[in-house]
């Protein structure tokens, strides 16, 4: 058996989401008439407080067509600088929308309003537009921290005031809201459009949604087809999506004590542990006199599976399929590593 904190990617969905899928009715979404993707649209902009939704293969694919829509070749945007628009989706933004990019160093991932005022450019005809600021919560990089609601909105105001559009990155959104005991609209409210993974800690085996104003989702849904988003019996996908974002939000609290539960484990046994928010334990390996690729191999060999981060950096990730058990036993696990 192994235990696998890799990712909450790494979630299948529920036996109801299953068979939710069996039973889904389904018509051809790019003529818009898949009864179940049309509800799930529905469902989640209201959840997300947002006039209007579109379902998307993934969360890559969610925050593309956002820049995409938002802005023409040529733009500015501003993003945290270990973002995952930036680190991790393979330059996209660059290679499909032709934006350059403005990298700022955060604060645990939060942007701070007073380096976007400063990032943001004038009119001169030297300079690129900046159309766009991009932030991300919970922040993966910065070991899924909270970026909280009044954080975001001065960094919104500051973009308003300067006529540029907000895109949250909220792959895992529900995860800070849950944190914090917040509704999740009192974060998106600071934005113009917002992304939200349903295949991960949300158990749903494929797809994200992207939310914005009607206007704003019209025109994505002609880019998303563009980039060959546009699914035919896409409600098979979308039944379990519904449950996602309706049945599985709250039960989240639980990946985040087991989060804190193997930190704490962590800190007895030495290693020094960055602060837990959510669901995801950044410890650094350097004390074990283990480079965090070594310390991975030793961990696999005993059944354990995470992912690194940083030389010295390795990541876990808790969710559905990780029990209190598990965190015993991992903890065991890396006491006989440390101790070998
Ligand atoms: C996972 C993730 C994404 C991308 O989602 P995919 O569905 O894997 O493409 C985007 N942003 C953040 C912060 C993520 O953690």
């Known amino acids: 058996m192994t235990i696998d904190l890799r990712s909450d990617t790494v979630t299948k969905p529920t036996e109801a989401m299953i068979r939710a899928m069996a039973e889904a009715e389904v018509g051809d979404d790019v ?123 001065a960094v919104y105001e500051t973009a308003k005031r300067h006529g540029a559009a907000v895109h949250l990155d909220g792959a895992r959104l529900f995860n800070a809201a849950v944190a914090l005991g917040r509704d999740v609209t009192e974060f998106t409210r600071h934005t113009d459009s917002v992304t939200v993974c349903l295949s991960k800690g949300l158990s749903a085996p494929v797809g994200s949604i992207l939310a914005g104003d009607r206007a704003f989702i019209e025109e994505a849904r002609w880019w998303r087809k563009k980039l060959g988003g546009g699914l035919r019996q896409a409600g098979y996908l979308a039944a379990p999506g519904i449950l996602a974002l309706t049945e599985m939000t709250e039960r989240l609290q639980e990946d985040h004590a087991r989060a804190r539960m193997l930190a704490d484990g962590l800190r007895k046994l030495g290693l020094h542990v960055e602060p837990v928010e959510t669901n995801i334990v950044l410890v650094r390996t350097e004390s074990a006199g283990l480079t965090a690729e070594q310390f991975l191999a030793r961990l696999a060999e005993r059944g354990v599976r995470a992912v690194d981060f940083d030389e010295y950096v390795v990541r876990f990730t808790t969710h559905r399929h990780i029990g209190d058990q598990d965190i015993l036993k991992t903890l065991e696990i890396i006491e006989s590593v440390l101790t070998a």
């Open 31 to 153: 003529y818009g008439e898949d009864p179940t993707v049309n509800r799930l649209e529905s469902i989640a902009a209201e959840r997300l407080g947002k006039e209007a939704a579109m379902f998307v293969t993934s969360g890559t694919q969610g925050n593309q067509v956002a820049v995409l829509t938002h802005c023409v070749s040529g733009d500015e945007v501003i993003m945290e600088a270990n973002s995952h628009i930036f680190y991790y989706e393979g330059g996209a933004v660059a290679a499909l929308a032709g934006v350059q990019t403005r990298t700022l160093a955060g604060v645990r991932g939060a942007l701070q309003a007073a380096d976007v005022a400063r990032a943001i450019r004038g009119a001169d005809i030297h300079f690129p537009r900046t159309r766009l600021v991009c932030m991300e919560n919970t922040h993966n990089r910065a070991g899924g921290a909270v970026v909280a609601p009044e954080q975001m909105e």
